[in-house]
């Protein structure tokens, strides 16, 4: 893993832990949504959104370097999918945070909840930022990859 990838997800997660209670099944969604965006900015150097693109360049970057941070621990699918467990509450998510909590990758599941929650809510579609955070995510692991050989 790039060192980059790290800190900015490690400063996103820092801003999540500081603010978000420890009980992430209890967050409302607004809650998620203004988590979500304090996060984004905080990987982002604290810049606020000026436009559209940005904003998904911004949140599309933090998502990719949630993958990388849990690179090795969990799939970027499996993240996503704990992740929209998360948001909707669904009957198998108290096992799915069992099983991120064994691989210590259960906050990042819960931010990555609370970044989809901020993004669908500066209109970025879910679908397109899963696709475009793996995409980077891949070809950033394929280029390092190449660096180190």
């Known amino acids: 893993m790039h060192e980059t990838y790290g800190e900015r997800a490690a400063l996103a997660l820092a801003s999540y832990n500081n603010t978000a209670p420890d009980d992430m099944l209890t967050l409302t969604t607004r809650e998620r949504i203004q988590y979500g965006t304090a996060a984004v900015q905080a990987a982002a150097g604290a810049r606020p959104f000026t436009t559209y693109r940005q904003a998904g360049r911004d949140f599309r970057a933090?998502?990719?370097?949630?993958?990388?941070?849990?690179?090795?621990?969990?799939?970027?699918?499996?993240?996503?999918?704990?992740?929209?467990e998360i948001r909707h509450h669904r009957p198998?998510?108290?096992?799915?945070?069992?099983?991120?909590?064994?691989?210590?990758?259960?906050?990042?599941?819960?931010?990555?909840?609370?970044?989809?929650?901020?993004?669908?809510?500066?209109?970025?579609?879910?679908?397109?930022?899963?696709?475009?955070?793996?995409?980077?995510?891949?070809?950033?692991?394929?280029?390092?990859?190449?660096?180190?050989?």
């Open 62 to 84: 933090l998502v990719a370097d949630l993958f990388h941070l849990t690179h090795g621990r969990i799939t970027p699918p499996y993240l996503w999918l704990a992740g929209h």
């Open 92 to 149: 198998s998510v108290e096992h799915s945070v069992t099983v991120l909590r064994a691989v210590e990758v259960d906050q990042c599941a819960a931010l990555l909840a609370a970044v989809v929650e901020a993004a669908e809510a500066h209109g970025i579609d879910a679908d397109e930022l899963f696709a475009g955070a793996r995409a980077q995510f891949t070809a950033e692991v394929e280029m390092s990859d190449r660096a180190a050989a």
